[in-house]
């Protein structure tokens, strides 16, 4: 790995050997940046292992490294928030098609989804804002096993509703541009082989009271876009729900709240 030195038998031809080198490492180590990577290292290396030993693919140790460096940042930024002083940069957002506030007595959630037809995996997202375009929360999740695009829309609104009927929020406008379920959720008849998740998706409702689901352009969804969009393009497939809004997406929902305000 590129962030390790090597060493005596390190990254040789023995596992038991690599393996004992990391944790010797990790152990006489001060640098915090590196010894936080750790148990991705770990991980990746036994993923890699076994893409070669069950798929036969060959895995570059670099794209391990970038992985387990990501993922930890990730995890970290999750579960351990710092504050830290960001550089002043404006995205530069077209009024007429960026995210709208709801109004001051409601909270918009906004739903992403994103398939990935080759692999059959799917990512969600959704992220809750109030009047000021200030994240409260969001969350993501990856589903695999996903035939169609449909099937990813109404997987993604389903876990959608679980968690906000989990969390016990009304007054929340749920807003998507997933074209394909709101036709299913308006005329479930026509869909009779999704029955299943239009059940859920429809009983759920009356929980969520007052509660409406409204039909956007992708444009003024595009923070929920992007999230679920880093399980299918990025292969983030970790779950989690966070306060806030994601750390490398402060840019855009900044421009966003700030436009709110306006």
């Avoid at 759920?204 to 444009?219: I, K, T």
């Avoid at 292969?235 to 900044?254: F, K, T």
Wanted: net charge positive; glycine share 6%.
């Amino acid at each position: 790995m590129s962030f390790c030195n090597g060493g005596m038998g390190s990254f040789r031809s023995s596992v038991f050997l690599n393996v004992y080198h990391l944790i010797f490492a990790n152990g006489r180590r001060s640098h915090y940046t590196q010894n936080k990577v750790f148990p991705w290292v770990l991980w990746q290396i036994w993923k890699t292992r076994n893409t070669l030993f069950f798929e036969k693919v060959q895995a570059s140790s670099c794209t391990a490294a970038t992985k387990a460096l990501e993922e930890a940042d990730e995890w970290f930024d999750v579960n351990f928030k710092v504050p830290q002083a960001q550089p002043v940069q404006v995205e530069t957002i077209n009024s007429s098609v960026s995210w709208s506030p709801p109004p001051a007595d409601l909270l918009k959630c906004n739903v992403g989804v994103s398939w990935n037809s080759a692999e059959r995996i799917c990512g969600a997202a959704w992220i809750i804002r109030n009047h000021d375009g200030k994240a409260l929360l969001h969350s993501r999740r990856a589903f695999t096993g996903v035939n169609s695009k449909l099937e990813a829309e109404l997987q993604g609104f389903c876990w959608v509703m679980e968690s906000l009927i989990s969390m016990h929020h009304t007054n929340i406008i749920v807003e998507s541009d997933c074209g394909m379920a709101r036709e299913a959720i308006l005329n479930p008849t026509k869909f009779p082989w999704f029955g299943y998740l239009l059940e859920k998706i429809i009983h759920a409702l009356p929980f969520l009271y007052p509660c409406s689901l409204e039909h956007v352009e992708g444009a003024r969804n595009k923070v929920a876009e992007k999230i679920a969009v880093s399980v299918t393009r990025d292969h983030r497939c970790q779950s989690y729900v966070a306060s806030g809004g994601p750390r490398w997406l402060l840019n855009r929902l900044e421009s966003e709240a700030r436009r709110a305000c306006t």
